[in-house]
Protein backbone atom coordinates (compact mmCIF):
# COMPACT_ATOMS: atom_id res chain seq x y z
CA UNK A 1 0.00 0.00 0.00
CA UNK A 2 1.66 3.13 -1.06
CA UNK A 3 1.04 6.26 1.11
CA UNK A 4 1.84 9.65 0.07
CA UNK A 5 2.47 12.36 3.04
CA UNK A 6 1.49 15.79 1.44
CA UNK A 7 3.36 19.19 1.78
CA UNK A 8 1.95 22.47 1.68
CA UNK A 9 1.69 23.13 -1.97
CA UNK A 10 -0.29 19.51 -2.56
CA UNK A 11 -2.74 20.45 0.24
CA UNK A 12 -2.67 23.58 -1.73
CA UNK A 13 -4.02 21.84 -4.81
CA UNK A 14 -6.05 19.24 -3.78
CA UNK A 15 -7.98 21.48 -1.10
CA UNK A 16 -10.04 22.30 -4.24
CA UNK A 17 -14.18 20.35 -4.63
CA UNK A 18 -13.65 19.12 -8.20
CA UNK A 19 -9.81 17.82 -7.37
CA UNK A 20 -10.59 16.04 -4.46
CA UNK A 21 -13.68 14.13 -6.18
CA UNK A 22 -11.17 13.33 -8.86
CA UNK A 23 -8.97 11.70 -6.89
CA UNK A 24 -11.49 9.73 -4.95
CA UNK A 25 -13.25 8.20 -7.47
CA UNK A 26 -9.73 7.28 -9.74
CA UNK A 27 -9.16 5.90 -5.85
CA UNK A 28 -12.33 3.90 -5.63
CA UNK A 29 -13.15 2.90 -9.29
CA UNK A 30 -9.58 2.67 -10.81
CA UNK A 31 -8.15 4.53 -14.20
CA UNK A 32 -10.67 6.52 -16.46
CA UNK A 33 -9.90 9.33 -18.79
CA UNK A 34 -10.84 13.14 -18.46
CA UNK A 35 -14.35 12.20 -20.63
CA UNK A 36 -15.39 9.13 -18.35
CA UNK A 37 -14.28 11.33 -15.21
CA UNK A 38 -16.12 14.26 -16.40
CA UNK A 39 -19.32 11.88 -17.26
CA UNK A 40 -19.36 10.24 -13.46
CA UNK A 41 -18.73 13.61 -11.51
CA UNK A 42 -21.28 15.92 -14.15
CA UNK A 43 -18.46 18.18 -14.97
CA UNK A 44 -17.05 18.75 -18.53
CA UNK A 45 -13.73 17.43 -19.96
CA UNK A 46 -11.64 20.36 -20.40
CA UNK A 47 -12.51 21.73 -16.55
CA UNK A 48 -11.59 17.62 -15.69
CA UNK A 49 -8.20 17.57 -17.56
CA UNK A 50 -6.85 20.66 -16.33
CA UNK A 51 -7.75 19.81 -12.64
CA UNK A 52 -6.12 16.46 -13.37
CA UNK A 53 -3.05 17.42 -14.64
CA UNK A 54 -2.45 19.87 -11.34
CA UNK A 55 -3.28 16.97 -9.71
CA UNK A 56 -0.18 15.42 -11.53
CA UNK A 57 1.94 18.38 -10.90
CA UNK A 58 2.17 16.92 -7.06
CA UNK A 59 2.11 13.58 -7.73
CA UNK A 60 -1.24 12.48 -6.92
CA UNK A 61 -2.23 11.47 -10.13
CA UNK A 62 -0.19 9.56 -12.81
CA UNK A 63 -0.95 9.01 -16.35
CA UNK A 64 -0.96 5.15 -17.34
CA UNK A 65 0.57 5.23 -20.39
CA UNK A 66 -2.28 3.56 -21.85
CA UNK A 67 -5.34 4.90 -24.20
CA UNK A 68 -4.41 7.36 -27.38
CA UNK A 69 -4.54 10.97 -28.30
CA UNK A 70 -6.49 12.95 -26.36
CA UNK A 71 -8.21 9.80 -24.11
CA UNK A 72 -4.96 9.82 -21.86
CA UNK A 73 -5.63 7.15 -18.64
CA UNK A 74 -5.41 8.76 -15.22
CA UNK A 75 -5.03 6.94 -11.79
CA UNK A 76 -4.52 7.53 -7.97
CA UNK A 77 -0.66 7.62 -8.07
CA UNK A 78 -1.25 6.37 -4.09
CA UNK A 79 -3.56 4.40 -2.28
CA UNK A 80 -3.77 7.30 0.40
CA UNK A 81 -2.28 10.13 1.60
CA UNK A 82 -2.17 12.08 4.65
CA UNK A 83 -0.62 15.59 6.46
CA UNK A 84 1.32 16.79 9.29
CA UNK A 85 -0.38 20.19 10.50
CA UNK A 86 3.04 20.62 12.19
CA UNK A 87 4.85 20.40 8.49
CA UNK A 88 2.21 23.47 7.26
CA UNK A 89 2.18 25.68 10.28
CA UNK A 90 4.21 28.34 9.09
CA UNK A 91 1.92 28.25 5.59
CA UNK A 92 -1.36 29.80 6.28
CA UNK A 93 -3.09 28.92 3.06
CA UNK A 94 -1.94 25.36 3.76
CA UNK A 95 -3.21 25.59 7.31
CA UNK A 96 -6.56 26.59 5.27
CA UNK A 97 -6.42 24.22 2.67
CA UNK A 98 -6.04 21.59 5.23
CA UNK A 99 -9.23 22.61 7.19
CA UNK A 100 -11.10 22.08 4.27
CA UNK A 101 -9.93 19.04 2.92
CA UNK A 102 -10.88 17.75 6.94
CA UNK A 103 -13.93 19.45 6.44
CA UNK A 104 -14.58 18.17 2.96
CA UNK A 105 -14.04 14.07 3.56
CA UNK A 106 -15.91 14.76 7.07
CA UNK A 107 -19.02 15.70 5.00
CA UNK A 108 -18.02 12.81 2.30
CA UNK A 109 -18.19 10.13 5.34
CA UNK A 110 -21.44 11.72 6.51
CA UNK A 111 -23.05 11.26 3.05
CA UNK A 112 -21.70 7.77 2.80
CA UNK A 113 -22.97 6.38 6.49
CA UNK A 114 -26.46 7.67 5.96
CA UNK A 115 -26.40 5.76 2.42
CA UNK A 116 -25.34 2.65 4.18
CA UNK A 117 -28.00 3.18 6.90
CA UNK A 118 -30.89 3.93 4.38
CA UNK A 119 -29.25 0.24 2.51
CA UNK A 120 -28.33 -1.58 5.71
CA UNK A 121 -31.60 -3.29 6.09
CA UNK A 122 -31.52 -4.78 2.67
CA UNK A 123 -27.84 -6.36 3.13
CA UNK A 124 -27.27 -10.12 4.66
CA UNK A 125 -26.86 -9.39 8.30
CA UNK A 126 -23.35 -11.00 8.56
CA UNK A 127 -22.53 -7.56 6.51
CA UNK A 128 -24.52 -6.10 9.19
CA UNK A 129 -22.53 -7.14 11.81
CA UNK A 130 -19.12 -6.70 10.28
CA UNK A 131 -20.42 -3.52 9.39
CA UNK A 132 -20.65 -1.69 12.90
CA UNK A 133 -19.43 1.55 14.66
CA UNK A 134 -18.11 1.93 18.24
CA UNK A 135 -16.38 4.91 19.98
CA UNK A 136 -13.94 5.18 23.28
CA UNK A 137 -13.80 7.49 25.96
CA UNK A 138 -10.23 7.64 28.15
CA UNK A 139 -7.63 10.53 28.68
CA UNK A 140 -4.46 11.24 26.69
CA UNK A 141 -1.86 13.42 26.26
CA UNK A 142 -1.43 14.58 22.53
CA UNK A 143 2.03 12.00 22.22
CA UNK A 144 -0.31 9.18 23.25
CA UNK A 145 -2.94 9.88 20.52
CA UNK A 146 -0.44 10.06 18.06
CA UNK A 147 0.77 6.73 19.26
CA UNK A 148 -2.58 5.44 19.33
CA UNK A 149 -3.50 6.81 15.91
CA UNK A 150 -0.27 5.60 14.15
CA UNK A 151 -0.43 2.41 15.60
CA UNK A 152 -4.33 1.67 14.39
CA UNK A 153 -3.36 2.93 10.44
CA UNK A 154 -0.39 0.41 10.73
CA UNK A 155 -3.18 -2.51 11.88
CA UNK A 156 -5.08 -1.49 8.48
CA UNK A 157 -2.57 -1.32 6.28
CA UNK A 158 -1.16 -4.73 7.27
CA UNK A 159 -4.82 -6.34 7.20
CA UNK A 160 -5.08 -4.52 3.52
CA UNK A 161 -1.69 -6.09 2.35
CA UNK A 162 -2.46 -9.23 4.45
CA UNK A 163 -6.15 -9.57 1.96
CA UNK A 164 -4.27 -8.25 -0.92
CA UNK A 165 -5.91 -7.45 -4.27
CA UNK A 166 -7.27 -10.37 -5.65
CA UNK A 167 -11.05 -10.75 -6.26
CA UNK A 168 -12.73 -13.18 -3.45
CA UNK A 169 -16.51 -13.86 -3.68
CA UNK A 170 -18.53 -12.23 -1.54
CA UNK A 171 -15.94 -9.34 -0.98
CA UNK A 172 -16.16 -5.72 -1.43
CA UNK A 173 -14.66 -2.31 -0.89
CA UNK A 174 -14.58 -1.21 2.74
CA UNK A 175 -14.01 1.93 3.79
CA UNK A 176 -12.87 2.49 7.20
CA UNK A 177 -12.49 6.23 8.67
CA UNK A 178 -10.27 6.48 11.96
CA UNK A 179 -11.05 10.08 13.78
CA UNK A 180 -9.89 11.17 16.93
CA UNK A 181 -10.19 14.25 19.00
CA UNK A 182 -11.09 16.17 22.37
CA UNK A 183 -14.17 15.58 24.01
CA UNK A 184 -14.14 19.17 24.69
CA UNK A 185 -12.51 20.92 22.00
CA UNK A 186 -12.87 24.54 23.50
CA UNK A 187 -10.74 23.24 26.87
CA UNK A 188 -7.19 23.83 24.95
CA UNK A 189 -4.05 23.01 26.67
Do not use: C
Given at each position: ?42 TNTGATS ?140
Amino acid sequence: MEHLQLDGRALRVLAHPLRARLLSELRVNGAATATQLAERLTTNTGATSYHLRKLAEVNLVVETGEGAGKQRFWAAAQDSHGWSDASVADDPDAVAASGWLRQHYWSYLSEKVAQWEDERPHWPVEWRDGAHMSDGLFTATAAELDELMTELEAVMQRFQENLGDEPRPGARQVLVQLYSMPIDPTDRP
